[in-house]
């Protein structure tokens, strides 16, 4: 998932973990809980947060058991770079498409939230379909959350279900149809 952010900062784990404090400013973080987050080597981890720790990025508390590291509020750059960071798009919209085309037959898809840099949405991906695999679209997706820092946020309902849904005005729904996103497939019409 080549992003202009890892040709920048040379390094896929630490743009990852740029992602997972900017999108999570309020949080500590141990480096074992920011390998586990982002699916990287806890070495590699370890070795790129003394990186930002040393040109002032992070800083470090200590805890009991352990250190916590979280972004420091007074980085001259910081504005700017949570701008870049934020704004980077977590994968492109035709790997999207094309990944997700192999998981079943999708007659809507709609990218909203993350993937349209919307923090009002509460959705991220709505998803219309039959003969989904559940199982891989989920691991799919924790490969996404791995690369952006944060929870995708989404909703998968079979053409039946979404069909009584829009009938009876589910909320849910109707944010979905009328919010600001991205459509990718709509087969069915609605949009």
């Not at 990186?51 to 058991?65: G, Q």
């Not at 999708?106 to 949405?121: A, E, H, N, V, Y």
């Not at 996404?144 to 039946?160: M, N, P, Q, T």
């Amino acid at each position: 998932m080549d992003t202009i952010l890892d040709e920048l900062f040379s390094s896929n784990t630490r743009s990852k973990i740029l992602k997972l404090f900017f999108r999570n400013s309020e949080k500590n973080f141990s480096i074992k809980e920011v390998a586990d987050r982002i699916r990287a080597d806890y070495y590699a981890v370890r070795r790129e947060i003394f990186k930002l720790e040393s040109i002032k990025i992070l800083e470090v508390k200590a805890d009991r058991t352990q250190k916590l590291y979280f972004l420091n509020s007074s980085f001259a750059f910081l504005g700017e770079l949570r701008s870049l960071v934020l704004h980077s798009s977590p994968i492109s919209q035709d790997k999207l498409h094309e990944k997700l085309k192999n998981l079943g037959k999708f007659k809507l898809i709609i990218l909203s939230g993350i993937f349209i840099g919307s923090d009002k949405s509460r959705l991220d991906l709505f998803l219309v379909g039959n003969n989904v695999k559940e199982k891989t679209l989920g691991k799919f997706l924790l490969e996404i959350e791995a690369e952006v820092g944060k929870e995708i946020d989404y909703v998968l309902f079979s053409e039946e279900e979404f069909r009584y849904r829009k009938n009876m005005f589910d909320k849910l729904v109707l944010e979905a149809l009328e919010g600001p996103k991205k459509v990718l497939v709509d087969k069915l019409g609605v949009i």
